[in-house]
């Protein structure tokens, strides 16, 4: 099963865990935030994991996410 | 602040004046007596025939009058078959700086806008409404809560709609801020989902619509979803109202067709001959050089092919002879400068690109801002609680490619002297968000 990897932005400190974590599906950009790749492929599930375990701030976590009525 | 409305609007399209036609010279608000005597009274539906202003709504085409654009009874229907009792939240802020037409159409025809809050409350069955309004503005709030207490002693509404007073602040009037205030907290975009229609005020399903666009439900609901669209061009339906500024003669609010041909609703306002370029949508919009856009209708499937859209209804031409990227600069700085600093890419991106445009603009180069700007640009968008570096990102996108010969110049070490085109705007400086 395929997961989305969630990110709360305005939770988001930018102390990089995540991207040492899962470089596969995050890399910072220059200030240290996070570019996110969210489709997370079932071989990468236990990792993704251990980047959301680890966010310090709290601002990471995985869900299977239809979301519907897009604004805009 | 000046609103044409004599002869303006109507003379311009026949039978266009709609929302403005209480609209009096003086600028004094309707009363309730001449507001009904205008549109005659309020609809009273009761039971089920309330939900049927969903049809009708829907019928009539009418989208969100507040920059988005989205189909108004899609959301009503989410609302209205939420879990919980609906909340309706009028979102009369107005915070695009170069937006004047829901302070022009809440100071002249209150009536109306707390007309559609009360039939559009009905429908949903809502049983709260709120109207937000910028703190700063006492005026308005002054007129408004005339109005309500008018309406209040004529026993007019089921729900009683509260007026409040909130912090002034660009993002302050995004739909998740206004939730997340009236909740008790900042006014503040939240990270979604939830989004309010889902889970909004007191964790209910919250209704959030621009004043505008609850003004056209009020006459929807009188008139029907057929006689909205008796006005509209080319696809679009009902009537809009516009706010053009910049290098026109006649600056102001303008009630026109959804879908009028852009040039022809710049020239209602008297458009400097000489001016070349244009802000479609505002702050939160895009430039564009007059050609290419001139004979595009004023409407979101008309201007898509350019990638713009008319947002909340705002033009604003540049002066001949001014440089649009010294413009853009400027506002992306007013962007910047307005972030909520709750994300990252939000907090630390915009003021970067704005110097970067700025220093590009100015002709003085430190690297090489262009080169930034390019690579910058496309990393911020989609990265922010809410869509503000992203409306910034694609405002100033919009510039390099408008003024794609000038950012080379500039680039090369060639500055301009152009006047400066857009008025500066600071922010509004009211510190606090709660």
């Known amino acids: 099963m395929t997961q989305k990897m969630l990110i709360d932005r305005t ?62 | 602040m000046t609103y044409h409305h004599d002869g303006s609007p109507r003379a311009h399209g026949a039978g266009t004046g709609r929302l403005t036609s209480s609209w009096q010279a003086s600028g004094a608000p ?103 309004l910028a703190r700063t503005r006492d005026w308005l709030i002054d007129t408004v809560a005339a109005a309500t207490a008018e309406r209040h002693r004529a026993g007019l509404d089921r729900v009683a709609v509260t007026v409040h007073a909130m912090p002034h602040h660009y993002v302050s009037s ?28 007191g964790k209910r399903p919250t209704l959030v619509d621009n004043v505008e666009t609850l003004a056209h439900v009020a006459l929807i609901g009188r008139y029907g979803g057929a006689w909205f669209r008796r006005a509209g061009r080319a696809g679009a339906t009902g009537t809009m109202l516009a706010t053009v500024t ?27 001959g000489g001016s070349e370029a244009v802000l479609i949508g505002g702050y939160f919009g895009t430039w564009h050089n007059l050609p290419t856009v001139a004979d595009l209708p004023l409407s979101a499937g008309g201007l898509r092919q350019v990638g713009s859209s008319p947002g909340a209804g705002v033009l604003v031409a540049l002066p001949a002879g001014a440089c649009g990227l010294a413009g853009a600069a400027k506002v992306l700085r007013y962007l910047a400068s307005e972030s909520a600093q709750q994300c990252g890419p939000c907090k630390f991106g915009l003021p970067a690109i704005a110097d970067d445009l700025t220093q590009l603009a100015a002709g003085r180069p430190d690297g090489d801002p262009l080169a930034r700007l390019h690579r910058r640009l496309p990393v911020l968008v989609g990265r922010g609680a809410c869509r503000h570096p ?45």
């Not at chain 1, 599906?25 to 240290?32: A, Q, S, T, V």
């Not at chain 2, 801020?177 to 979604?192: D, I, M, Q, S, Y």
């Not at chain 2, 010969?405 to 500066?424: E, K, L, N, T």
Request: proline letters at 7%; hydrophobic letters at 40%.
């Open chain 1, 11 to 72: 939770a988001c400190t930018g102390h990089g865990l995540c991207a040492d974590l899962l470089p596969e599906l995050i890399e910072l950009d220059e200030w240290g935030y996070p570019i996110i790749i969210d489709t997370v492929p079932s071989g990468l599930t236990a990792h993704a994991r251990r980047a959301v375990t680890a966010c310090p701030a709290l601002a990471l976590r995985l869900a299977r996410a239809p979301r519907q009525y897009e604004h805009r």
């Open chain 2, 30 to 132: 309707a009363t309730l007596r001449e507001h009904t005597a205008c549109y005659g009274p309020l609809p009273q539906a009761t039971g089920r025939a309330r939900r049927e202003l969903i049809d009708q709504v829907a019928a009539a085409g009418l989208t969100g009058r507040g920059g988005a654009g989205f189909p108004t009874a899609t959301k009503m229907r989410a609302v209205a078959s939420g879990r919980g009792r609906p909340v309706i939240v009028a979102n009369g802020m107005e915070s695009e700086p170069a937006s004047e037409k829901d302070q022009a159409l809440l100071a002249r025809s209150p009536h109306l806008v707390l007309d559609g809050i009360s039939l559009a409350a009905d429908a949903i069955g809502a049983t709260e409404a709120h109207l937000c």
């Open chain 2, 174 to 201: 995004e739909e998740t801020a206004l939730v997340r205030w009236l909740n008790g907290g900042e006014a503040k975009p939240a990270n979604t989902p939830p989004r309010p229609f889902e889970r909004g005020v």
């Open chain 2, 246 to 272: 910049g290098a026109v003669c006649r600056p102001g609010v303008y009630e026109v067709e959804a879908g009028t041909r852009t040039g022809d609703v710049l020239s209602m306002a008297g458009l400097d």
């Open chain 2, 390 to 434: 992203d409306g910034a990102v694609r405002m100033a996108a919009s510039a390099l490619a408008s003024f794609a010969a000038d950012a080379q110049s500039h680039a090369q070490g060639r500055p301009c002297a152009a006047r400066q085109p857009v008025a500066a705007q600071s922010g509004f400086a009211v510190g606090d968000w709660r």
